[in-house]
């Protein structure tokens, strides 16, 4: 994971948007991924966005991909105690490229 | 449940011994993925299967470490002779080789692996 950085940790209040910042190397990323996980748990894939695309909304999730500065966020509105999780960004290399790799995460702590 | 399933969900063993995790992916996903996370690490890709054949490895994957996908469905990954420092959450992914959501990966609840 040391080609995407991430912040490692961030604290939002109950209620406030969230947004989880991530930046990547590879200008031939093709796709990249949010993905969510709980203590203990695997992943849940959030939302992925493709590289021609600049942004991408479902529900209260917004992902934002500035391709020149290769750097994608993810905001997620009215943030809630059950958002407490690591949430990962993850790129996927070229067409035919079926790996992804991922950043060291960041940890998303809520205050009540 | 019809998501990614992986078995055992934890195995501790000694240092020397051989392990085998399993994965069951989606049913209708032709490729299957596995990658290893260390703590406060994201995860690291391993290998990789399109139906039944091994289509990349990574450097990561030692010459102790063998996975396979015999007919197209499960998949397993073995370790010969474990070091403590294969201890670490191995999970496993599926997505579809076309179609609606072809770029999807799915992941499993992993297996966490104690080498003492």
């Known amino acids: 994971g040391e080609d995407v950085e991430q912040s490692l940790f961030l604290s939002v209040r109950e209620g406030d948007s969230s947004v989880i910042n991530c930046t990547y190397t590879?200008?031939?990323?093709?796709?990249l991924y949010w993905y969510k996980q709980e203590p203990g748990a695997g992943l849940q894939l959030l939302t992925y966005?493709?590289?021609?695309?600049d942004m991408k909304q479902d529900q209260r999730l917004t992902v934002l991909l500035n391709k020149k500065d290769k750097h994608l966020s993810l905001r997620i509105a009215d943030t809630q105690t059950g958002d407490s999780a690591i949430y990962f960004c993850?790129?996927?290399?070229?067409?035919?490229?079926?790996?992804?790799?991922f950043g060291t995460g960041t940890r998303l702590t809520i205050i009540p | 449940d019809t998501g990614v399933s992986q078995d055992p969900r934890h195995k501790i063993t000694k240092r020397g011994q051989n392990v085998t995790f399993r994965c069951d992916p989606i049913?209708?996903?032709?490729?299957l993925y596995w990658y290893r996370q260390t703590l406060g690490q994201g995860p690291e890709f391993l290998t990789y299967?399109?139906?039944?054949?091994?289509?990349?490895k990574s450097r990561l994957l030692s010459d102790r470490f063998s996975a396979e996908r015999p007919k197209g469905s499960f998949s397993t990954l073995e370790i010969q002779r474990t070091e403590q420092g294969d201890s670490a959450m191995y999970l496993c992914?599926?997505?579809?080789?076309?179609?609606?959501?072809?770029?999807?990966?799915?992941f499993g609840p992993g297996t966490r692996l104690t080498v003492l």
């Open positions: 993850a790129e996927r290399r070229g067409f035919g490229n079926e790996k992804l790799t």
């Open positions: 049913s209708e996903h032709n490729r």
């Open positions: 966005i493709f590289s021609n695309m």
């Open positions: 299967f399109q139906n039944e054949a091994q289509l990349e």
């Open positions: 590879d200008s031939s990323s093709t796709y």
């Open positions: 992914a599926s997505s579809r080789l076309g179609g609606q959501g072809r770029d999807e990966q799915f």
